[in-house]
């Protein structure tokens, strides 16, 4: 028997990914977006290991990380991303790391997308 509230796999795929790969994740969001950013990454942890559907709220900070792994904001000078981005140097191995992670993150933060979408469609404010 299949209870309603069950998570799906792709959720279940994905908490396991940050559990495993918890350090890596933090390492990253340090060197991209320093501490405010470790401080979300470990936010992230302990929500995704909570047994409970994506949320808006943590869709949204799924979304966040994702524009950090994939330097969304480098460009934009007024932001901590570019001057972190900045001093690091392209032939430096954490940069394969990083892409690596990102990529696996990525895949699995897609399937999340599919199976639970509505967490991460933005809700209309009401005027």
Known sequence: MFH???MPIARISLATFFAEYFD?????AELLG?????RRVVALAHDLAEPVPVS???????????????LE???DVDRLEAARFATIEPWDPVVE?????TDAFADRLSAVREEEASAFTPQAHAA
């Open 56 to 70: 808006r709220r943590l869709g949204r900070e799924l979304r966040w990380l994702e524009e950090l792994l994939t």
């Open 4 to 6: 309603h509230r069950m």
């Open 24 to 28: 890596a994740l933090r390492n990253a």
């Open 73 to 75: 904001h480098v460009h």
């Open 97 to 101: 790391e990083i892409c690596l992670l």
């Open 34 to 38: 320093g501490p405010d950013a470790v």
